[in-house]
């Protein structure tokens, strides 16, 4: 079984009031290409996944975005929340 753990992504965190969700697409669309490459079975996402306890519209559309493109490549997804 092939585990890829990645933690405290902070997804909707805005630096100086510029908001990150581009980068983190990037990011993420960079895991869900490394999931296909490398046969991944689960990625663990442990803690923070959300900047605030309250997080966008638009934050919580691109985290959906992110699990639903692992479920395409058959990837299991457990999420642990953070503090």
Same mark, same amino acid.
């Given at each position: *079984?092939?585990?890829?753990?990645?933690?405290?992504?902070?997804?909707?965190?805005?630096?100086?009031?510029?908001? *990150?969700?581009?980068?983190?697409?990037?990011?993420?669309?960079?895991?869900?290409?490394?999931?296909?490459?490398? /046969?991944?079975?689960?990625?663990?996402?442990? /803690?923070?996944?959300?900047?605030?306890? *309250?997080?966008?519209?638009?934050?919580?559309?691109?985290?959906?975005?992110?699990?639903?493109?692992?479920?395409?490549?058959?990837?299991?997804?457990?999420?642990?929340?953070?503090?």
């Amino acid at each position: *079984m092939r585990l890829l753990h990645i933690a405290d992504l902070h997804i909707g965190k805005r630096v100086c009031e510029f908001s *990150m969700l581009e980068d983190q697409r990037h990011v993420l669309s960079q895991v869900v290409g490394l999931v296909s490459e490398r /046969g991944v079975d689960v990625v663990l996402v442990a /803690g923070d996944l959300y900047d605030k306890s *309250m997080p966008s519209a638009e934050a919580v559309a691109l985290v959906d975005w992110f699990l639903e493109s692992l479920a395409a490549t058959g990837t299991q997804a457990v999420v642990i929340p953070g503090n």
